[in-house]
């Protein structure tokens, strides 16, 4: 596609229940990547991927979260057992390659999560 | 670790006057600097990035920023300032190699407000 695309764009939840976020990067990129946008804690970045691999998961908040990728493409974001403090936006971002800090990288439009 | 620092929340501006948001940084080592911005409800859109060689970066829209290593800063700046400017707008940085060197670390961004 033209950018990175992410699924759904909203999702509100009711605490404790497992939800997943999708996130479909530009073709080609063989990197990606995941933060979180919250009012108290700004962009975080989470866990990144070269291929299907991430090989640091210590950005991750908790062992509730996990994600995955498969084919080298789309990548899912998985929150089990939500808490009221996981609502954010959810930002995934893609770039050609990992090559260090050099790569640009292309935000998707997010998934606005809401834990009630 | 690296940083960013954007010391001022919210810029105004009057439409037609040039405008500057700055941006400072810490991070081991050479570093490679970003500005995004974000409309609301929307991702990240990627505006310019320093890598290396001239320190006048030129971006997309208009937009420059200038690299300053003695000062460690990366103001953006735009020469003439449109009502459609306003957004909310990122500097991040990451380092050239090493550890952390796959993701972005994000200031907490300014809101720029360009008064008609």
């Known amino acids: 596609g033209a950018g990175v695309s992410q699924s759904p764009s909203n999702k509100v939840t009711e605490k404790g229940k497992d939800v997943e976020l999708r996130c479909d990067p530009i073709s080609g990129h063989t990197a990606l990547y995941w933060y979180r946008q919250s009012l108290g804690q700004g962009l975080e970045f989470l866990i990144y991927f070269q291929g299907n691999s991430a090989p640091d998961k210590s950005g991750l908040p908790s062992d509730r979260f996990s994600a995955e990728r498969t084919g080298g493409s789309v990548s899912t974001l998985t929150i089990q057992r939500t808490q009221q403090e996981d609502s954010a936006v959810y930002l995934c971002a893609s770039s050609f390659s990992l090559a260090g800090g050099l790569e640009t990288q292309y935000f998707g439009p997010g998934t606005r999560l809401l834990v009630l | 670790a690296q940083s960013v620092a954007q010391p001022e929340d919210q810029v105004n501006v009057a439409e037609g006057n040039p405008l500057t948001v700055k941006c400072t940084y810490s991070v081991s080592g050479n570093p490679y600097l970003f500005w995004y911005v974000q409309y609301p409800n929307r991702g990240l859109q990627f505006l310019l990035k320093?890598?290396?060689?001239?320190?006048l970066v030129k971006g997309s829209y208009g937009f420059e920023a200038e690299f300053n290593k003695s000062q460690t800063s990366f103001h953006l700046k735009k020469p003439s300032a449109l009502v459609s400017d306003s957004a909310l707008y990122f500097c991040?940085?990451?380092?050239?190699?090493?550890?952390?060197?796959?993701?972005?670390?994000f200031g907490k961004g300014t809101k720029l407000s360009v008064i008609p």
């Open positions: 320093y890598i290396t060689g001239d320190n």
């Open positions: 991040a940085v990451s380092p050239y190699s090493g550890a952390g060197s796959y993701q972005l670390t």
